[in-house]
């Protein structure tokens, strides 16, 4: 995180190196993320307070999009509220566990890519190469 503007500088340089071409940049930004690590991150609520997208730790830890997490969810606790359920924090928690488990996929990669053995690996075997001009 300290040198993160060195490291891409680095990277734009390599990439220029082999044929891609950069303008000049219109605006820059960076900011923190958290994201969940483990099963445990993730929080549903609790007390009848329903937590839905990144608030519930439904980020993706691979590519931090949660847009698409928080609609999901959203979309997950209306029906089951529309529902009345008995208990729709038990019903929430159930609807929301395959997204979990796809998202824990996701927590995996990210320890996987971020991994510079088997970054190097992935990275020599040219999986989905994109081929410079």
Known sequence: MKSA?????KLKTQMTDRGFV???????????????SR????????DNA????????FISASSLEGISYALDS????????????NDPMQAYRKATRGLRLK?????????????PGVRQCVM????AHIPSR
């Open 5 to 9: 503007r060195e490291c891409y500088q």
């Open 103 to 115: 998202l824990i996929g996701k927590i995996i990669k990210a320890r996987l890519l971020t991994s």
């Open 124 to 127: 020599k075997s040219k999986i």
């Open 74 to 85: 959203a979309d997950m606790l209306s029906r089951i509220l529309n529902e009345r359920h």
């Open 39 to 46: 099963w445990q991150d993730f929080l549903c609520g609790r």
């Open 50 to 57: 329903f937590l839905i997208g990144e608030a519930a730790g």
């Open 22 to 36: 950069f303008g000049d940049a219109v605006k820059t930004e960076k900011c923190t993320v958290l994201y969940p």
